[in-house]
């Protein structure tokens, strides 16, 4: 019941728009269930507007049943204080801020951005670069000597014709450009930081970027190669490597290795099981040698994922790692727009691009709410402070009375102060930092500082200017009280009234009857000789305990659990004899093998406490709740406004 309330699925539409409160009923006190808000929740959790239009009477009463029961354990959570709780305040806080992001960002500044991102992202792009570090919180004077320094580099190859990565080679502050002369291989959206990825597609081919600033520095970018793609591809590799711990022993051996493996996959064997047979990369054999789809600084894998046709492996090549054959899958075809703008939304919000959006709003914010700022308050903040802030001693309160009442900046009606500005750096501890000075520490931070300001501001706003808002915090809101009492009156108890769970198997024994069953030990490895060689102990009629401490002494890496199989389901036929001692054969699951031994035969007929246990607890918790909910009914009686409950009806 709890778990169809708590369904939260966006929707931005409601059938009733900007009317007064209504309500569909009220609870002892004058507290009603306002009518807009279950429209809402029920559209929002029955399939959206155009389909909850159409349901029936009885759906919408039998939903509003439900959602009557929910609202008054709020109530009660209510009563008792819970919404007051520190806790409370502070994960209701959390959920607000993470809900008014989307709000908090220009629309069609976002969309533009989802579009470009969606439209990159069917392509790979080819490019080298030449980094020229700079600090992002650096002095201005530093700053400018970076700059300056990529432009002479950028007029190197563009007006003296220079060899880019000779120039990457000699000059590029990224460590790798020395062996790769700054050849990256191709990249997609979202592989790089944003200013990076749109100073290399915005850049034509084969030319050279303007220096494009990042948190790294100043980077020039080189364009040779834009190829489209079919979807998102998957690599994997399988590594030889050779030296002492390692089965190849030297350079010799590793090429002979690896061409064998080669030879192998020719035959038609299964690339991910040789992997995990051959490949010397812990992390990725146990999973049949996959990297993942993101992007792999490794160029020649780099390469390779895009310039091989998918389902198909590389040649043997050696990189400084050793020797690979690499194999490209598809791991998903490009999505239509519609199809992939939730995720692209979700990423781009997430990514650096979403500044843009933000910084859109809040000029907007600015212009809404006559945002004047004093900077000429700011500049004697500065004179006065810019050789002690970086202190420890310097406070809020030792800030002079006559510099800590001005005004920095006003806005709807309010002013903010030079003393609020040094709360909120208190506050924040906006204090160290890599800053040349206070005066690059104040500059920095009163940009960040005016954006918090109003953005919270705006946010105490949304709950007001968006109906949805108001009811999806509210929904959050109660959904905790709800979680949080609930726990309390129901889940948890459940498994801690021991006492009061075996009383109520003892009533209700004939619910937890089950058919012949075995209690089998079960033994699981990727490795199946690992499973012979238990097999082997097994046959010997070697105590269990006796083999777990030998697979834990010798590592041979299986892992060791019990659990019971009842007859008819997909193991119990496996076992050669239902009694103590029968076993499986060693049998295929999934990427693993498993091998099953018989601990002890349970016949037909009622489970025992132990064995009913967690089936009891789920149970017992439902008797719980049931018992809870009449007692909520008697306590807070709700009473129907059926004019209002009828509109909702065709």
């Not at 759906?59 to 409370?88: H, M, N, Q, W």
């Not at 046709?309 to 490009?334: D, N, R």
């Not at 809020?396 to 709807?412: G, H, K, M, Q, V």
Request: net charge positive.
């Amino acid at each position: 019941m709890t778990k169809i309330i708590l369904c939260l699925i966006w929707t931005t539409t409601i059938w009733a728009q900007n009317k007064p409160a209504e309500y569909i009923g009220t609870f002892p006190g004058g507290i009603g269930l306002e009518k807009e808000e279950f429209v809402y929740v029920y559209q929002k959790n029955n399939g959206g507007p155009d389909s909850a239009k159409l349901h029936s009477e009885a759906k919408i009463r039998e939903y509003l049943d439900l959602y009557v029961k929910f609202k008054r354990k709020v109530i009660e959570a209510e009563k008792l204080g819970l919404d007051t709780s520190k806790s409370f305040q502070s994960e209701l806080s959390t959920y607000v801020k993470q809900l008014s992001q989307p709000y908090l960002i220009e629309k069609e500044a976002l969309n533009e951005l989802i579009s470009t991102a969606y439209e990159r992202s069917k392509y790979g792009l080819k490019v080298s670069h030449i980094l020229v570090k700079c600090d992002e919180n650096a002095a201005p004077e530093d700053t400018l000597r970076a700059y300056k320094k990529a432009v002479e580099l950028r007029d190197s190859v563009v007006k003296f014709g220079k060899n880019f990565s000779e120039i990457a080679r000699r000059h590029s502050d990224d460590p790798s450009a020395k062996e790769n002369g700054g050849y990256l291989s191709y990249f997609t959206a979202f592989d790089f930081v944003f200013p990076f990825e749109n100073g290399a597609f915005s850049t034509p081919l084969k030319s050279v970027s303007m220096p494009v600033r990042s948190k790294f520095g100043y980077h020039l970018i080189q364009p040779t190669e834009k190829k489209a793609t079919e979807g998102v591809t998957n690599v994997a590799h399988i590594l030889v490597r050779h030296g002492a711990t390692y089965e190849a022993k030297d350079s010799v051996e590793a090429e002979k290795r690896i061409k064998e493996v080669y030879a192998k996959l020719k035959a038609g064997e299964d690339f991910a099981k040789l992997a995990e047979i051959y490949s010397d990369d812990p992390n990725s054999k146990s999973k049949g040698g996959e990297l993942g789809a993101k992007y792999i600084g490794l160029p020649q894998i780099q390469d390779l994922k895009y310039e091989l046709k998918p389902g198909t492996f590389s040649e043997p090549f050696k990189t400084p790692y050793g020797w690979h054959i690499v194999k490209v899958t598809l791991a998903q075809k490009h999505k239509t727009f519609d199809e992939a703008k939730n995720e692209f939304k979700n990423r781009v919000t997430r990514d650096g691009r979403a500044q843009i959006a933000e910084e859109k709003l809040l000029a907007n914010i600015k212009k809404q709410y006559n945002f004047q700022y004093q900077k000429a308050n700011f500049d004697k903040l500065v004179a006065a402070a810019k050789d002690k802030i970086l202190k420890p001693e310097y406070t809020p309160d030792s800030i002079p009375a006559d510099l800590a009442a001005l005004t920095l900046f006003t806005f709807a009606g309010t002013k903010t102060t030079v003393k609020d500005f040094i709360q909120w750096m208190e506050k924040n501890k906006k204090r160290g930092g890599r800053v040349a000075g206070g005066e690059a520490l104040l500059n920095r931070e009163i940009e960040a500082f005016v954006k918090a300001t109003l953005f919270d501001y705006e946010e105490k706003q949304l709950a007001a200017k968006y109906p949805e808002f108001r009811f999806l915090t509210r929904e959050y809101r109660d959904g905790i009280l709800l979680f949080t009492l609930t726990e309390q009156r129901v889940w948890r108890k459940a498994i801690e009234d021991t006492a009061g769970l075996e009383a109520f198997y003892n009533a209700n024994k004939e619910k937890f009857t089950a058919p012949d069953r075995v209690r089998a030990v079960e033994y699981r490895s990727n490795d199946e000789n690992v499973l012979r060689r238990i097999d082997s102990l097994l046959n010997l009629k070697t105590a269990y305990n006796a083999i777990d401490s030998i697979v834990r002494a010798q590592k041979w890496g299986a892992r060791i659990t019990t659990a019971v199989h009842e007859k008819g389901s997909t193991y119990f036929g496996k076992f050669s004899e239902t009694k103590t001692g029968g076993k499986t054969p060693i049998l295929p699951e999934g990427k693993a093998w498993v091998l099953m031994s018989v601990k002890e035969f349970l016949p037909a007929g009622v489970k025992s406490f132990d064995d009913a246990k967690s089936e009891a607890i789920t149970l017992f918790q439902n008797k719980l709740e049931d018992d809870w909910n009449k007692e909520l009914e008697r306590k807070y009686p709700f009473t129907l406004n059926e004019k209002a409950l009828k509109t909702l009806f065709k």
